[in-house]
């Protein structure tokens, strides 16, 4: 899957996107990488994606978001791993996410997490066809590629609901309108 990942022309990541040593099944490319400033708190310095010319999408949700971009964006605290050009970095509009929270989600108590937010960026942003790859938690596989040891996973957590995530990637990808890359969970297949 790897390299078929890195053929498409723009390859977004989400969070903790481990790539050394799953290059053959996650590829190596990064043109856009969706995140929140907690996202980078379990991820090593290494592990950042540093492509040239990626860009940073980044998705604020608290007053300390926005200080936290600005020091990245200025370069005036040595602590933070994420070293970013400020022509490089994109801030989500807070509407778009509240967009796809009641729109597609069309829930009260969950946000959608930031890998649906990040498809829903590449479905919305004029793309001539969007691919998905590595969407969709169930009880076969570990919540995470890179797990190292069996995660159960659960239909929601605290904060999101994956049952409805995946139903609006089964409608969107039965209507021919994205391509998702299901592996073999019958769940996801039916």
Known sequence: MGKEIDNHS?????????RRGFEHDVGNRTTHYVFMDRSLSHTQQADIPRDKGIKWVFLPCRLDDYHYISEVAKGTNPKQKLKAQAADIRLMHPDFIR????????????????????????????????????????????????????????????????????????????AGIIKWYKRDVPEFLS
């Open 99 to 174: 967009y796809v929270h009641k729109v597609w989600m069309q829930t009260r108590s969950f946000r959608p997490s930031t890998g649906f937010v990040m498809f829903m960026t590449a479905l919305q942003s004029g793309c001539d066809s969007v691919s998905v790859y590595g969407m969709g938690f169930n009880k076969k596989y570990s919540g995470y590629y890179y797990d190292k040891k069996f995660y159960t996973y659960e239909n929601t957590s605290k904060s999101h609901d994956f049952l409805r995530e995946v139903k609006i990637l089964k409608e969107l990808d039965k």
């Open 10 to 18: 723009m390859v977004f990541r989400v969070n903790n996107c481990l």
